[in-house]
């Protein structure tokens, strides 16, 4: 499936979030207990998952653990958001791929494609607007 990690998380008491329910095997280096606290630098998705929106991949996220994927999606009790399911997708391969790409290519872009779809671009947008490219980070 590719997921690298799969896990609930809430706020607690502290406007902290903190691991709920960690899916890896708890001989896992990277287990998780509950109770245990979400690195900060996910917390701005996670906070929009808490705020009831879907939290879906559109670029490559770069964190201590490696380049990945995130989905994020709130947990409702009733009407009530409880907390976020988090899914992180090892993007490791696709991010190498995009950089080799980019290096290779990116000079090209306004020459060859508008030629190559001159419908599409008669305009000369760049390669991202018509969807070849995702907006990924370097």
Same mark, same amino acid.
């Given at each position: 499936?590719?997921?690298?990690?799969?896990?609930?998380?809430?706020?607690?008491?502290?406007?902290?979030?903190?691991?709920?329910? +960690?899916?890896?095997?708890?001989? +896992?280096? +990277?287990?998780?207990?509950?109770?245990?606290?979400?690195?900060?630098?996910?917390?701005?998705?996670?906070?929009?998952?808490?705020?009831?929106? %879907? *939290?879906?991949?559109?670029?490559?996220?770069?964190? +201590?653990?490696?380049?990945?994927?995130?989905?994020?999606?709130?947990?409702?009790?009733?009407?009530?958001?409880?907390? *976020?399911?988090?899914?992180?997708? %090892?993007?490791?391969?696709?991010?190498?791929?995009?950089?080799?790409?980019? %290096?290779?290519?990116?000079?090209?872009?306004?020459?060859?494609?508008?030629?190559?779809?001159?419908?599409?671009?008669?305009?000369?947008?760049?390669?991202?607007?018509?969807?070849?490219?995702?907006?990924?980070?370097?």
């Amino acid at each position: 499936t590719g997921v690298m990690y799969l896990y609930t998380a809430k706020m607690n008491d502290d406007g902290e979030f903190v691991y709920v329910v +960690d899916c890896l095997d708890p001989v +896992d280096a +990277d287990f998780r207990y509950p109770g245990d606290p979400i690195e900060r630098e996910i917390y701005p998705d996670m906070q929009r998952a808490l705020n009831g929106e %879907r *939290v879906l991949p559109d670029k490559i996220k770069k964190t +201590d653990w490696g380049k990945i994927f995130i989905t994020y999606l709130p947990i409702y009790e009733g009407e009530e958001i409880i907390g *976020v399911v988090g899914i992180e997708f %090892r993007a490791d391969h696709q991010y190498q791929v995009y950089q080799n790409l980019r %290096r290779r290519y990116s000079s090209c872009y306004s020459v060859w494609l508008p030629a190559w779809c001159p419908g599409i671009c008669s305009a000369g947008y760049p390669i991202h607007f018509i969807g070849i490219c995702p907006t990924w980070t370097t």
